[in-house]
């Protein structure tokens, strides 16, 4: 007997989560909504606010089904109540909803089910009319309109007397059974219209059970009304929700729109922010659809829930997957799931059915244990480590007939069936070696490692757990790896050294010792993979020679930083990987241009002589602006044809790796144009506004980095002069055949030079003034004139003191500022300024400006950050003057 009901209950069980609102269909369409015209009245507003059946706000009316109607499952005889909640939906079941209810699709309530048409919080509505005449019970209808009135409706106001009812209204205005007694300004009238009614259309068996809410509208807010409809369908069972005309202020509501079965985990509900014709179905219980001014349903929008139709004759049982699963004793299979079995109806019924022999001598009973046995996924209980078979039962309770899946079984281990796949290296360094794969279907793998390529296998057996190990020993087969992941690094392994690895998948059991299953066979499970090589040339030991007129490649990603210790200069630093070069000349005094151009990554090369931990820096460069790309690198030095001269290439900071192309090329060494190499052989120049002129073709390579060009090879020319009593002086600087000028000028003594503030000019093509001021009379300041090797050539120098030039400015009388400057350059003279002119360091006019005034204003906001030079031209004199905009 227990046996037997616990089947009946779980036949009753099994068809009702079958029987989930969730398989109900929706449709919508659009037609004319049609008010009851002779409606039962369930309720009628006789209060404009308030938490009372008055307001129709959160209260429960009783209504008795008119016919049998099924839902969800649940068939409701003739004569079962069903409740008409005032937030604007109807429930099942024997308990009502809590009056208060404004979610009804998500609610934990206990009721069998809800419809919910406008499920929010609400209550009656209401029209707000305009003022009347002391003593006249006529009042202009200024809001609202006349089809939310009802005669006798209750009416209250400022002046309105208690009790009085609407009597009779037109499209104009409204009378009510009593004369106000009162005027104001201002004053709002209420006329209560919520309703709600129902009726019996249609003749059985396809009548119509039809739940009208009139003037519903959300809590208390004024003119915000709507008509809709909730209609039952005798014998198709289907569910119709009908809305009708609607009013909307600009405050936004959202009612829930769908169905709930008997927990709130079964709904089937709609949702949109911006259109009732357009909504898309929920995904959670919460999901609304917004009720707004500009989102309102249409009149005659139908939304329509239809329940899928009940199961007939030998349902359709399908198959189950996985056939077959080894597993330990003590785990818990993977879920079993049944599809291809019938769908789209209601009345089916699931059971999961057991046996230990496939039915041959122990028949098929319902399975014990596990979850989930009477629904159509079956996740077992834990095995016992015999062989167990599983079966789905689909019954369909309206015909009573049933069909079987086929059996699935759960076996003891076996030997994985699905070998590891796709054994792949990654990014190999010069020690290290990372490897993935695919799993196969064991529980567990692992990996061998060998400098071998002849493994021996593992075999099956009861042991210890494996021991892994990332960093290889050096030789012979390790375990690197063992678990279930799918990745594993290899450290300690040599560089340029080839290595094998392979991964065998298995299935272990037990708790220590294990039981071990291996699957041995090899396919893409087995891989061959060297380290990386450091370059040949990754030390100064190893240094390649080379020669002239030949181009050496290579990369520095796996070299190590060799003689750290080497001075830096040129604007380069020892600090990143590098690869060394050689060169001896052959005999003959020869200059050699080093040209990185080509590489592929921001390199630096620095030059030597000397030996290992000793070595004497004579040249190098960082970013050479003769380069397309102008972080690469070139630089020249002179080779006197026997002495061995070093290179090294590396990156321009610790972490600059990649690729590099040096060209070699040779020329006859030719001696400069001029004598003054550096500053100590410099040349004097008097400041007397003479031209001087000169040639740096051919200039020596220098260790002084100007600070507008510190990553260059500074081949340079120097002069020196000496302050005049005014502290001014005039430095000019033209190019000639040399295409690109640049100078800087300093102070102090040649052992510690200082670079004078603001003076450094660099890349110009015309004439550059350098207006020194607050010079020491009598001191010695330096000028430093340079280009690289490509650009050198002849050029005119002129110093001069603009004090003792009448046609010159008066630099007392001039002024110019903010400088730096962020955007607007203020300047002043005593006599008109005619013109003023901005050019970049490149010698391109940037600004050109018409002033003819003693004072005005250049507006640099919209020029890069950096050095410009502003002429200022008075009268037949220009002065020149280098600004900075930051």
Not at 43 to 58: E, R
Not at 489 to 497: A, E, K, R
Request: some cysteine.
């Amino acid at each position: 007997m227990k046996k037997i009901t616990l089947l009946l209950f779980a036949f009753f069980t099994c068809w009702q989560i079958n029987a989930q609102v969730s398989s109900y269909a929706f449709s919508q369409s659009n037609g004319t909504y049609m008010a009851l015209s002779a409606p039962t009245i369930l309720a009628t507003q006789t209060a404009t606010s308030g938490t009372s059946a008055a307001a129709l706000d959160d209260v429960n009316y009783t209504l008795a089904l008119p016919f049998d109607f099924n839902f969800a499952g649940v068939n409701y005889v003739t004569g079962t109540n069903i409740y008409v909640n005032t937030n604007g939906f109807v429930s099942f079941g024997a308990t009502a909803p809590t009056a208060g209810t404004y979610g009804p699709i998500g609610s934990t309530n206990v009721y069998d089910g809800a419809l919910s048409a406008f499920g929010l919080d609400a209550n009656g509505g209401y029209a707000a009319l305009g003022s009347n005449t002391t003593g006249s019970p006529v009042i202009t209808i200024t809001s609202g309109t006349t089809s939310e009135f009802t005669v006798g409706a209750l009416i209250s106001g400022t002046g309105v007397p208690a009790g009085a009812t609407v009597v009779s209204f037109d499209a104009t205005q409204v009378t009510i059974s009593a004369n106000c007694t009162s005027t104001g300004t201002g004053r709002t009238f209420h006329v209560a219209t919520g309703q709600i009614s129902y009726g019996i259309e249609g003749v059985s068996p396809n009548r119509k059970l039809i739940i009208q809410y009139t003037n519903l509208r959300p809590y208390n807010v004024t003119q915000r009304n709507l008509d809709f409809q909730i209609v039952l369908n005798e014998t198709s069972n289907v569910i119709d929700f009908i809305y009708g005309s609607s009013i909307s202020g600009t405050t936004s509501s959202a009612p829930q729109v769908g169905l709930r079965g008997s927990v709130n985990t079964s709904y089937l509900n709609r949702t949109s922010a911006t259109s009732w014709s357009s909504t898309t179905a929920g995904t959670s219980n919460t999901q609304t659809v917004t009720f707004l001014n500009t989102v309102l349903p249409t009149s005659g929008l139908t939304f329509t829930w239809t329940p899928p139709v009940p199961c007939s004759g030998v349902p359709t049982a399908g198959s189950v997957t996985p056939a077959i699963q080894n597993i330990c004793s003590g785990t818990v299979p993977a879920t079993i799931v049944a599809t291809g079995f019938t769908s789209g109806v209601t009345g089916l019924s699931f059971q999961w059915e057991e046996s230990n022999d496939d039915g041959v001598t122990d028949v098929w009973q319902n399975a014990v244990g596990g979850t989930g046995a009477t629904t159509s996924s079956y996740i077992p209980p834990a095995f016992s480590g015999t062989t167990i078979y599983y079966r789905l039962k689909v019954t369909c309770t309206n015909s009573g007939s049933s069909s079987e899946t086929a059996s699935v079984s759960i076996n003891p281990p076996a030997t994985p069936s699905n070998q590891v796949t796709l054994l792949t290296a990654g990014t190999v360094t010069l020690t290290t070696i990372p490897l993935s794969w695919t799993n196969g279907n064991g529980n567990r793998r692992v990996v061998y490692f060998s400098n071998s390529p002849v493994f021996v296998d593992p075999v099956n057996g009861n042991g210890p757990a494996l021991t892994a190990n990332t960093v290889y020993a050096g030789s012979g087969q390790q375990i690197v790896f063992d678990g279930t992941g799918t990745t594993v690094t290899v450290t300690g392994l040599t560089q340029g050294t080839t290595y094998y690895a392979k991964v065998y998948e298995y299935t272990r059991c037990g708790a220590g010792p294990y039981d071990y299953y291996y699957n041995v066979t090899t396919g893409t499970n087995i891989i061959t993979v060297a380290t990386q090589s450091a370059p040949a040339n990754d030390n100064f030991a190893n240094a390649a020679v080379i020669s002239c007129g030949n181009t050496y490649t290579g990369s520095t990603v796996y070299a190590s930083l060799d003689e750290d210790s080497a001075p830096d200069g040129f604007g380069a630093d020892m600090d990143a990987p590098n690869v060394w070069f050689s060169f001896t000349g052959s005999g003959t005094a020869q200059t050699v241009t080093l040209d990185l151009c080509a590489s592929s990554y921001d390199s630096s090369v620095l030059i030597y002589t000397g030996t290992s931990g000793a070595l004497t820096l004579i040249g190098g460069n960082d970013d050479d602006a003769s380069c397309t790309n102008g972080t690469r690198s070139k630089a020249s030095f002179n080779s006197d044809g026997t002495t061995t001269y070093y290179i090294a290439i590396e990156g321009w900071n610790s972490g600059s790796t990649g690729a590099y192309s040096m060209t070699v090329s040779c020329v006859a060494v030719n001696p400069p144009a001029v004598t003054n190499q550096d500053c100590g052989t410099s040349l004097a120049v008097n400041v007397d506004g003479v031209n001087v002129g000169s040639d740096n073709s051919y200039g020596t390579v220098n260790a002084t980095q100007p600070s507008c060009d510190s990553f260059g090879s500074i081949q340079d020319v120097w002069f020196s002069f000496q302050a005049p009593t005014s502290g001014l002086v005039d430095c000019a600087v033209t190019v000639g055949s040399m295409t690109s000028g640049n100078f800087t000028v300093y102070s102090g003594t040649c052992a510690t030079l200082t670079e004078t503030t603001l003076a450094c000019n660099s890349n110009f093509t015309g004439t550059i003034t350098e207006n020194l001021t607050g010079l020491v009379a009598g001191n010695t300041y330096y000028v430093q004139v340079w280009s690289n090797a490509s650009e050198q050539g002849t050029f005119i120098i002129n110093l001069s003191d603009p004090s003792l030039s009448s046609s010159s400015f008066d630099n007392n009388a001039f002024t110019a500022y903010p400088n730096p400057v962020k955007d607007i350059l203020n300047l002043s003279y005593t006599s008109e300024i005619s013109n003023v002119q901005v050019v970049n360091m490149l010698g391109q006019v940037v600004l050109d400006r018409k002033m003819n005034a003693t004072e005005g204003q250049i507006n640099m906001s919209g020029l890069n950050s950096g050095a410009y030079i502003v002429n200022v031209t008075v009268g037949n004199t220009t002065k020149s003057i280098k600004v900075i905009k930051q």
